[in-house]
């Protein structure tokens, strides 16, 4: 029977997308897990993979098509022995709703971007099987499957007719289906009447500027951020004059290796090193309870046109200065480019946004749900202080732990302040 090829929701809002290109052409061999397809987003540009093995048979939405809502079909493909005459209709999708990935959310107070949960696709029981008792999965989430030690009996397809393929397989867990994420928001929470300020601005010149779909996710994440997560903010400063010393001097011995380290990636290894000596922080709010984590994931803010990403260094606490310099350069090119992948920029308990770089002294940030806490960080500057009764010009640099009340007391954020205080004052220690 002829598969129809669906356009994917990569998205809890997704609503539609651009069909950018195909990479393959009527009658060309189709293989499960081969690039078929670049799809563009609100967000970036991804690739579809096939879950099935045959030939494509038909495309039905010509490359360059915007707008093509999700669940349409895109393509056919055909199993062996089937020709384009088998192909029926394809004017309506043929499964349920397709998986979604968590939509980016906000990271700071000046823009939005990134976060959350893994990939997890909804459920379509009713076509899992056959009613023998067989379970339909592509032959590479079958592979996966068996690497991982998974049941395939266990996991909720959400492929053509049902069947389990590569995402469903990569967020399942041993023992257990996955689980489906909450929906983002997809709305705009009320607020000023449209014609209202219209009116009340007529006779000013001015330009109306559309939100595109990557600011109405900025603006419901910032909302519901606001609204429903108690915040509150713990300030320290923290001298940085050992640490400029230990950069320069760890820059002067890396420039033959191409290395240079920037001050944003001591304080990435620094809160990584704290959320493991403070592991009550190193957690997110998942409604009813909270998850704590062991690795420390470091989500860092990244500015791009019209909002910001917030990719994600998975295991920072375990990796070195260089590493994560490398990781963060690449990161930050591609969101800029808007070519990070759904799982580059989701996850984490704990964020940074750094505007000391742009000149901000202090500023307070917007938690990024469903992290416990955001750190915003302003610029070194120097200043006279008081050291042993006399006065020193020393390079301060002051930061503000944003607190979701729920997660983290107060004096629990305090000691993850003091902690990070301690690594980014004695940098020597991080290396330790």
Same mark, same amino acid.
């Given at each position: 029977?002829?598969?129809?090829?669906?356009?994917?929701?990569?998205?809890?809002?997704?609503?539609?997308?651009?069909?950018?290109?195909?990479?393959?052409?009527?009658?060309?061999?189709?293989?499960?897990?081969?690039?078929?397809?670049?799809?563009?987003?609100?967000?970036?540009?991804?690739?579809?993979?096939?879950?099935?093995?045959?030939?494509?048979?038909?495309?039905?939405?010509?490359?360059?098509?915007?707008?093509?809502?999700?669940?349409?079909?895109?393509?056919?493909?055909?199993?062996?022995?089937?020709?384009?005459?088998?192909?029926?209709?394809?004017?309506?999708?043929?499964?349920?709703?397709?998986?979604?990935?968590?939509?980016?959310?906000?990271?700071?107070?000046?823009?939005?971007?990134?976060?959350?949960? =893994?990939?997890? +696709?909804?459920? /379509? $029981? &009713? !076509?899992? %099987?056959?009613?023998?008792?067989?379970?339909? #999965?592509? @032959?590479?989430?079958?592979?996966?499957?068996?690497?991982?030690?998974?049941?395939?009996?266990?996991?909720?397809?959400?492929?053509?007719?049902?069947?389990?393929?590569?995402?469903?397989?990569? =967020?399942?867990? +041993?023992?257990? /289906? $996955? &689980? !489906?994420? %909450?929906?983002?928001?997809?709305?705009?929470? #009320?607020? @000023?009447?449209?014609?209202?300020?219209?009116?009340?601005?007529?006779?000013?010149?001015?330009?109306?500027?559309?939100?595109?779909?990557?600011?109405?996710?900025?603006?419901?994440?910032?909302?519901?951020?606001?609204?429903?997560?108690?915040?509150?903010?713990?300030?320290?400063?923290?001298?940085?004059?050992?640490?400029?010393?230990?950069?320069?001097?760890?820059?002067?011995?890396?420039?033959?290796?191409?290395?240079?380290?920037?001050?944003?990636?001591?304080?990435?290894?620094?809160?990584?090193?704290?959320?493991?000596?403070?592991?009550?922080?190193?957690?997110?709010?998942?409604?009813?309870?909270?998850?704590?984590?062991?690795?420390?994931?470091?989500?860092?803010?990244?500015?791009?046109?019209?909002?910001?990403?917030?990719?994600?260094?998975?295991?920072?606490?375990?990796?070195?200065?260089?590493?994560?310099?490398?990781?963060?350069?690449?990161?930050?090119?591609?969101?800029?480019?808007?070519?990070?992948?759904?799982?580059?920029?989701?996850?984490?308990?704990?964020?940074?946004?750094?505007?000391?770089?742009?000149?901000?002294?202090?500023?307070?940030?917007?938690?990024?749900?469903?992290?416990?806490?955001?750190?915003?960080?302003?610029?070194?500057?120097?200043?006279?202080?008081?050291?042993?009764?006399?006065?020193?010009?020393?390079?301060?640099?002051?930061?503000?732990?944003?607190?979701?009340?729920?997660?983290?007391?107060?004096?629990?954020?305090?000691?993850?302040?003091?902690?990070?205080?301690?690594?980014?004052?004695?940098?020597?220690?991080?290396?330790?």
């Amino acid at each position: 029977m002829p598969i129809n090829i669906l356009m994917p929701a990569l998205s809890p809002t997704m609503e539609e997308g651009n069909l950018a290109k195909w990479l393959k052409a009527e009658g060309d061999e189709v293989s499960a897990g081969d690039v078929i397809a670049e799809i563009e987003t609100d967000k970036a540009t991804m690739e579809v993979e096939a879950v099935d093995e045959g030939t494509l048979g038909k495309i039905i939405i010509a490359e360059g098509t915007e707008g093509v809502k999700v669940n349409a079909v895109i393509a056919v493909l055909l199993e062996e022995g089937e020709s384009t005459d088998d192909i029926g209709d394809t004017s309506a999708p043929a499964i349920a709703e397709a998986p979604k990935l968590e939509a980016p959310k906000s990271a700071s107070g000046n823009g939005s971007g990134p976060p959350a949960a =893994a990939p997890a +696709p909804q459920s /379509a $029981p &009713a !076509a899992k %099987s056959n009613g023998g008792g067989r379970v339909f #999965a592509s @032959p590479l989430a079958r592979r996966i499957a068996k690497g991982k030690g998974l049941d395939l009996g266990q996991i909720e397809g959400s492929g053509p007719r049902g069947r389990i393929v590569k995402a469903d397989v990569e =967020a399942a867990k +041993p023992g257990a /289906a $996955p &689980a !489906a994420p %909450s929906p983002a928001p997809t709305s705009l929470p #009320a607020g @000023p009447d449209t014609e209202m300020v219209r009116k009340m601005y007529a006779d000013c010149e001015h330009e109306e500027i559309e939100l595109d779909g990557m600011r109405k996710i900025i603006a419901a994440r910032l909302t519901e951020a606001k609204i429903t997560i108690p915040h509150f903010y713990l300030r320290r400063r923290i001298e940085l004059d050992e640490l400029l010393k230990v950069r320069g001097q760890m820059n002067a011995k890396g420039e033959a290796r191409g290395i240079k380290l920037s001050v944003n990636d001591y304080i990435i290894k620094a809160s990584a090193l704290a959320l493991q000596q403070v592991p009550a922080c190193n957690a997110v709010w998942a409604g009813d309870r909270v998850l704590q984590f062991k690795a420390s994931d470091v989500a860092v803010a990244v500015a791009i046109e019209g909002g910001l990403f917030t990719p994600v260094i998975r295991d920072a606490d375990a990796k070195s200065l260089s590493v994560i310099s490398a990781e963060m350069k690449d990161l930050a090119s591609r969101a800029r480019e808007r070519k990070l992948a759904p799982h580059e920029y989701q996850g984490g308990s704990y964020a940074i946004s750094n505007l000391g770089m742009m000149g901000i002294e202090n500023f307070d940030a917007v938690i990024n749900p469903p992290h416990a806490s955001i750190l915003a960080v302003g610029a070194g500057v120097q200043e006279p202080v008081v050291r042993d009764g006399a006065v020193a010009i020393r390079t301060m640099m002051s930061v503000t732990l944003s607190v979701d009340h729920r997660v983290i007391d107060g004096a629990l954020g305090a000691g993850f302040l003091d902690a990070l205080k301690g690594y980014l004052e004695d940098p020597l220690a991080m290396l330790m």
